[in-house]
């Protein structure tokens, strides 16, 4: 079989990039880095235009270093592995055991590559990776890395088998916190090639596997069952928890608002329709509105009442007659009083 194998018979399904494809996306890491460069010097001579030579010189070679240098470890170091021209290629850095790359293997690669690629243009890493069996540069061995190929093809067999039916939802409240990244790709990868494997040494490779996850969770597999299906139980309730996290609501929204929840919405009693009619419908309280005093305007002035003037007196009777009052006068019945 082609491919990366570990010190325990466990075939990892990686395969190692060539040296075409590592040229290619080497050739793209320099161009973006030697422009990057330049432009950082151009921007330097102006800066540095009003200091002596043996400062601009120190600022030359500490630019050269963080740029040439420093700056394919940081984004190796962040991307785990996938520079601009891995990415472009389809290519990644990985651990021998195909696992993410850290800092000090970023470092380890980048210090021997100033030596095989930037002091003699590449023609070192170029024939070490022809010698090698992995296609491997000075740098991938003494820093314990490999850089492999990304966008390859799932081969048949490389599918995880499910646990057996019996099994299933055994390990619901087993805690898998504490298992590394590591070991679930050693377990995976024992799953995946289990068939092709010495039944001896697939038995001895499965207790031991079973050995470090039980002490990892810290509760032991179920009397009578198998270290390899007791592997397979597991690893499938850790896919059944990443696919319920992966596709449950968000915590915002409730279950039973019908916008994503689980469960259904409640159902509510129907309401029987009323039949109308006017003498049920009492009128609605009617606040009385609040009233605004109205302006008082003034009251018309009516004029002084004139009495008319009395009628002129007649000159024959005297004047105490006309200020007394007269008596009336009774009326005529034709009836003299007695003398």
Do not use: N
């Amino acid at each position: 079989m082609s491919g990366v194998v570990t010190g325990d018979a466990v075939y990892l399904g990686l395969q190692p990039a060539r040296l075409p494809s590592r040229a290619l996306a080497l050739l793209i890491d320099l161009i973006v880095v030697w422009v990057a460069y330049l432009l950082i010097s151009v921007g330097l001579v102006f800066a540095t235009a009003s200091l002596d030579e043996a400062a601009a010189m120190a600022l030359s070679v500490v630019s050269f270093l963080l740029v040439l240098v420093g700056a394919p470890i940081a984004v190796e170091t962040l991307s785990h592995g996938r520079s601009l021209g891995k990415l472009a290629c389809g290519l990644r850095v990985v651990r021998d055991d195909g696992g993410p790359i850290r800092f000090r293997h970023a470092l380890m690669r980048g210090a021997i590559g100033v030596v095989e690629i930037l002091m003699t243009f590449g023609a070192v890493a170029c024939v070490a990776s022809l010698v090698s069996e992995r296609g491997r540069r000075l740098g991938d061995v003494f820093a314990g890395t490999l850089v492999v190929r990304e966008r390859v093809a799932p081969a048949a067999g490389m599918v995880v088998p499910p646990p057996p039916p019996w099994l299933v939802g055994r390990f619901a409240g087993l805690d898998l916190s504490a298992v590394p990244d590591a070991l679930w790709l050693e377990i995976r990868q024992y799953l995946t090639r289990m068939g092709q494997l010495d039944p001896a040494i697939g038995q001895r490779l499965a207790e031991r596997l079973a050995d470090e996850l039980v002490a990892r969770t810290g509760t032991p597999p179920p009397p009578g069952v198998p270290a390899a299906a007791y592997l397979a139980g597991v690893v499938g309730e850790r896919q059944a928890r990443e696919a319920r996290r992966v596709f449950a609501p968000p915590a915002g929204r409730s279950a039973g608002t019908g916008t994503g929840g689980s469960s259904a919405p409640v159902p509510q009693a129907p309401v029987s329709p009323t039949p109308f009619s006017p003498a049920s419908v009492s009128p609605a309280p009617v606040s009385p509105a609040p009233v605004s005093p109205a302006p008082v305007s003034p009251a018309p002035v009516s004029p002084p009442q004139v009495s008319p003037a009395p009628a002129a007196q007649d000159p024959a009777v005297p004047v105490d007659a006309r200020t007394e009052p007269v008596a009336p006068r009774p009326p005529a019945t034709g009836f003299a009083p007695p003398a």
